[in-house]
């Protein structure tokens, strides 16, 4: 609970070098009470030019610790972010503190928005699966640190940051699940779904950056789908990735496509849960049979999987323990400790269940 | 945002039946600021005596108004309430007002903590989906409304409470799944899932009360079911409905009970995702497949249910449509439009599709 620094710049500096009074200095700073938007700006500048940095133990003594952690995702009504959420809050409480959310619906103007919320309702810390792919994007979330709020990132990584992230490997568990289809002899694998462009890049390195440039996940699980057709020399063709929009009608009409090419691909790999669902209607509309006729591993195992005829070999994310992994480093920021800018990796596993059967001889 | 009633105290009187001064009273009953706890104590009692009570304006004239509604869900990893709160937050953005949301995993004393946190970040409102099931286990809700904020209930109404409540038909939604199998030929019909009590009620009013007082919801389904009995003259056998823990795994053990009955049912309503998806293992336990053997019709359409083989005729719930509603009805509170109690019902749609089939000849 102490600053690392030797004698850090105080919020009465900060009120001589802005022109203000003390209290309006501490107003802004503190995140409380009402202060004109003008002196509000002049106050941030000032603490900006003199490098104040509000910390944990001088919150709580202006103001009350708030005992609350600010939690921001993409999307609520994706299952695997509740669980996430579930993981985060179930470790907070332990904590006693208490966690609110706030969905962007992957908009960063909304997640500018959330991270302004959470700074002006005085929580304690946030936790973040940003939208923002790079630093140049995540000016918001250096403006929360700049607030002496401590921010950890969940499910994503921004590159150039030098934030504390909680993640899975994406690139190894989309390997895995890739080998294990290559292991059943399949050599023309489906990946749904890539990056959301309108023109298919040729080139891999084109296509992982496209990916990568709409979601850190998305290049990450792209790398790992080439990492294991390279191992097996298996030459990569642009036209078994799915290019444009996220979304299940794509997926169907993309899947479609490729299952009516010369040379079809006999097994898929599907990124996402409505990626996975694409798919299956493709494969019924083409009145294919998973396993017998194409087989199929899918991200972010669900109990649908498990009832599904044939049951889907799936990959499961740890998503309660990459919430609670998240809200450990977080209080441990909380408490004082430097964040390190360290990817904190969770593994992920490969449930084998019926969907992934020997290719068809050719 | 003007108060309907003539002179309401003022916080310099709470200030003064309260022997602090004036901005202690304020930092209190604003919720901003520090104030010992003896002192806010203080505060609170004198302003219940007098009778204060905080609205809109008088918040936004001491403190700003905070542009915030406060949601709380009572378990976010259900997709049901990622759509609810995705419905509420796009409305609230319409209206420039931020959605922060705490999720209480179905307890009632993390409901409580929660409604606290919503009061002391001074949101405008709080929409709730309460673990709450009559006015004496909701007293944390009338300390919300006893501090100004407006609450609308969501998906569950609280009967007794008088609040407004934006819910669906759930009698006349399970009503009309449960008419569909019996106009199907269908007598035997299994209720998954009812009451969490160890011991089965006997009677068809101890299984309903049972059922309302661990939701209201279960309550309104399964006297849904009930009705569309009674309407075929179809008599009610308690070894229909699942009793018992609300879980995947035990619904999966109770449909096998009632499958290895001599007179087994030879369909199946399911009430909830996961009480579906324990039937639906059971059938696979027992070699039973949907339809041809054994049909069904679930609670809350999935994308999953379109790709499931045969796809699942499904009830869908308008959740967009819940929170958009929700969010009108407190808006319309929030600027001081008086609650007069209602319910406000919404349709939903039988999505017919493949999983149910004639009744098998006896």
Redesign the interface.
């Known amino acids: 609970m102490t600053s690392e620094r030797s004698a850090p710049p105080t919020i009465s500096e900060v009120a001589i070098e802005a022109g203000v009074g003390r209290s309006t200095a501490a107003r802004t700073l503190g995140g409380?009470?009402?202060v004109s938007p003008e002196l509000r700006e002049r106050v941030l500048a000032a603490a900006d030019r003199i490098g104040y940095r509000a910390n944990a133990l001088a919150r709580s003594m202006?103001?009350?610790v708030s005992h609350?952690i600010?939690v921001i995702v993409a999307?609520?009504?994706?299952?695997f972010?509740?669980?996430v959420?579930?993981g985060i809050?179930?470790a907070a409480?332990e904590r006693g503190s208490?966690?609110?959310?706030?969905?962007t619906?992957e908009h960063l103007s909304?997640e500018v928005?959330?991270t302004n919320?959470l700074i002006d309702?005085r929580v304690d810390g946030i936790i973040i699966a940003s939208a923002a792919v790079d630093a140049a994007s995540a000016t918001h979330i250096e403006q929360a640190r700049d607030h002496g709020i401590p921010v950890v990132l969940v499910d994503r990584a921004i590159p150039g940051l030098g934030l504390d992230a909680v993640v899975i490997d994406n690139r190894a568990a989309a390997r895995g699940a890739v080998e294990r289809l290559i292991a059943a002899g399949h050599r023309r694998i489906g990946f749904v779904w890539g990056p959301p462009v309108p023109e298919r890049p040729r080139r891999r390195r084109e296509m992982i950056d496209a990916a990568a440039r709409s979601l850190w996940t998305d290049g990450e699980r792209l790398q790992g789908y080439l990492d294991a057709l390279d191992d097996e020399g298996i030459v990569f063709d642009a036209d078994l990735v799915m290019v444009g929009e996220k979304t299940?009608a794509h997926a169907l009409q993309e899947v479609g496509r490729m299952l009516a090419m010369t040379d079809p691909p006999t097994a898929l790999f599907c990124t996402e849960?409505?990626a996975l669902?694409g798919s299956?209607?493709a494969l019924?509309e083409a009145r294919l049979r998973v396993a017998a006729d194409v087989s199929l591993i899918g991200f972010d195992d669900?109990?649908?999987a498990?009832?599904?005829?044939p049951p889907l070999t799936m990959i499961e994310q740890p998503m309660l323990a990459l919430g609670t992994r998240a809200a450990e480093v977080l209080f441990a920021a909380v408490e004082g400790q430097d964040s390190r800018g360290e990817l904190h990796t969770l593994d992920t596993r490969l449930i084998e269940r019926e969907s992934v059967a020997p290719a068809p001889r050719l």
């Open positions: 409380y009470g009402y202006s103001t009350g609350t600010g999307d609520l009504a994706n299952p972010f509740g669980g959420v579930r809050s179930d409480h208490d966690t609110v959310v706030i969905s619906n909304e928005a959330a919320v309702k299940e849960t409505d669902t299956l209607r019924r669900s109990s649908w498990t009832v599904m005829e």
